[in-house]
């Protein structure tokens, strides 16, 4: 199983599993990617990347874009293009970019919405996610088989 797709849910194939503007079913974290879209940012960006970049990292890299050029969604448009390419999800270059230039916070929170769909634990990070799947494959052994041949 690749790591991309550890936690897959089935859904609609080329479609996200929630509209662009469905941010009313997310209220805490449209807020937090309104108020503060560098966290829910960095949350996406650690899944998209698979943990090669932290939270922590992409949240400061966007948090630095945005306080020199005003308009972080130049590194957020970017990872909505690479998310979409892992799931095979239908877009294109500019529509990303239009999502994010002019309504970052719903961009942020239907990538969210669309990695928690896929069973992610956005608290987790991407390790931590690894770790959760790993426990569960442990855990999950071949049932022990007690008690003799009978007839």
Known sequence: ???????????????WSSGFCDCSSDCP????AFWCPCITFGQVADIVDQGSTSC???????????????????????????MRAQYNIRGDDCGDCLKHFFC?????TQQYRELKHRGFDMSLGWAGNVERQNQGGVAMGAPVFQGGMNR
């Open 104 to 108: 970052e916070p719903c961009a942020l």
């Open 56 to 82: 922590g990292t992409a949240g400061a890299l966007y948090a630095l874009i945005t306080a020199i050029t005003g308009c972080g969604c130049i590194y957020s448009c970017f990872y909505r293009k690479k």
């Open 29 to 32: 974290n449209f807020c937090m």
């Open 1 to 15: 199983m690749e790591a991309q797709h550890l936690h897959a849910k089935p859904h609609a194939e080329g479609e």
